[in-house]
Each structure stands twice: as structure tokens, then as C-alpha cells.
């Protein structure tokens, strides 16, 4: 069955740097478009970055252009998300999903952005 399992999330100091991973599995990951989402304290999900199958086009949220990275390695059904500069606005639960499952959600990884 479809799967996704999120890994890398900690404590980092404001302006510091966490590269998130996610392990797809149960489907034919490398056709499929992959998204970041974030949930924090209180508030709804929110779209995070995206990047496309076979092309890897990537869109992101305006609150962390320039600032989060999307990448993926088809080889290995990962997708990774690095985030650097980090604010405390940016502390949250980092979910990774398909669009093409979007019943489907993984536990999610706990960032926390704190002096």
C-alpha cells in the first residue's frame, strides 16, 4: 500500500539549517508529483513545496522561497526538503504527500525552531 515515512526533524536555533527526508513506497514513485506540507500548534495544514516526476519542476510556498529547497532521487523513492534560515514561524509538523494519493499522509516530523 502507498506509504510515506518522514525523517529528520529536531530542535535548531532560529537562522540555522534541517534537511527533512521522506521514504515513498507502494507505488510508482518516479511519475508521481511529490509535496511538502507543514501543520503547526493550532492552524491548518499548509502547502510547503512541490516537485514534479519525471521533470522535477519544483513551486513553493512564498514564506519560504528562496529559503527551502525541494529535491527528490527517483532511484531511491526519496524526496527531501532542506531548510535553511529558519524562523520560529517555521517550526511545525512537515508531512510529505503525493497529490496523486491524497488520502494519504505519514506521521509527519516535529520541527521546532527555538534559541
Known amino acids: 500500500q502507498v506509504q510515506f515515512v518522514e525523517s529528520g526533524g529536531g530542535l535548531v536555533q532560529p537562522g540555522g539549517s534541517l534537511r527533512l527526508s521522506c521514504a515513498a513506497s507502494?507505488?510508482?514513485?518516479?511519475?508521481?508529483?511529490m509535496s511538502w506540507y507543514r501543520q503547526a500548534p493550532g492552524k491548518e495544514r499548509e502547502f510547503v513545496a512541490t516537485?514534479?516526476?519525471?521533470?522535477?519542476?519544483?513551486n513553493y510556498a512564498d514564506s519560504v522561497k528562496g529559503r527551502f529547497t525541494i529535491s527528490r532521487d527517483n532511484a531511491k523513492n526519496m524526496v527531501y526538503l532542506q531548510m535553511d534560515s529558519l524562523k520560529p514561524d517555521d517550526a511545525a509538523v512537515y508531512y510529505c504527500?503525493?497529490?496523486?494519493?491524497?488520502?494519504?499522509w505519514g506521521q509527519g516530523t516535529l520541527v521546532t525552531v527555538s534559541p
Open positions: 504527500r503525493s497529490p496523486g494519493f491524497p488520502e494519504v
Open positions: 516537485i514534479t516526476g519525471i521533470d522535477g519542476r519544483t
Open positions: 507502494g507505488f510508482s514513485f518516479s511519475v508521481y508529483t
